[in-house]
């Protein structure tokens, strides 16, 4: 019934930038909170960003703040992460998270996207 779809990830060398989209669609009434998880090899889930659903306040995880920026597009149903200056510990896949409210239901749920991979070489 909801879909997120996230894309821009890819290969980068350190220091580089990079852009993730995530579009949410199908019944989506209301979006509330999105963020940004990722999940290197071997390694635990880690948030990364948050961001309100009026994009009010943003969140963010001690190892990327000042170098990432969430920001959200509402009209779109979609949520960016901006990241510069990229570090190779930043390599992971990197997946979307939603709340969103579905279309005509009271129903609330918690969506994830599928990943996108972001690699970055030293």
């Known amino acids: 019934q909801v879909q997120l779809v996230e894309s821009g990830g890819g290969l980068v060398q350190a220091g580089g930038s990079l852009r993730l989209s995530c579009a949410a669609s199908?019944?989506?009434?209301?979006?509330?909170?999105m963020a940004w998880f990722r999940q290197a090899p071997g390694k635990e889930r880690e948030f990364v960003s948050a961001?309100?659903?009026?994009?009010?306040?943003?969140y963010y995880g001690d190892s990327v703040k000042g170098r990432f920026t969430i920001d959200r597009d509402n009209a779109k149903n979609t949520v960016y992460l901006q990241m510069n200056n990229l570090k190779p510990e930043d390599t992971a896949v990197y997946s979307c998270?939603?709340?969103?409210?579905?279309?005509?239901?009271?129903?609330?749920?918690?969506?994830w996207g599928q990943g996108t991979q972001v690699t970055v070489s030293s």
């Open positions: 199908g019944r989506t009434g209301t979006t509330y909170a």
């Open positions: 961001i309100s659903w009026n994009g009010g306040n943003q």
């Open positions: 998270y939603a709340k969103i409210k579905i279309a005509t239901t009271p129903i609330e749920g918690s969506y």
